[in-house]
């Protein structure tokens, strides 16, 4: 029976995982956006281009708790690019914290 219970949870199951593999695809292919072209980020928060990795993680988390409490009525389409931007923000720049981190630490042929 294509409607039974069982079935249907498969089927919502296999759609929330759809759902999650393309959220998470958008939201790297928008930081590395981010990562070629810093300027962008001015779109998103004046001043965030030139910031510092630390500076842009906490603008980052303010942008989404502000979306996740934002109240508005959801209509399907268009509510989420606001948080998909905010977390592509949040993951660029703890990508450049680490290179930033990575690049600071002295190797052991310099010592």
């Not at 842009?56 to 268009?78: D, M, Q, S, T, Y």
């Amino acid at each position: 029976m294509p409607n039974s219970p069982p079935a249907r949870a498969h089927v919502e199951a296999a759609l929330r995982a759809q759902a999650t593999r393309t959220a998470v695809d958008l939201i790297k292919d928008r930081a590395r956006a981010y990562a070629k072209r810093p300027m962008t980020l001015e779109n998103i928060f004046p001043g965030l281009s030139a910031a510092a990795p630390e500076t842009i993680i906490a603008v980052a988390k303010h942008l989404i708790a502000a979306e996740r409490n934002a109240p508005r009525r959801w209509f399907g389409f268009g509510g989420e690019v606001p948080i998909l931007n905010a977390k592509a923000v949040l993951l660029s720049a703890r990508a450049l914290r680490r290179d930033e981190r990575r690049r600071a630490r002295p190797r052991a042929h310099d010592l």
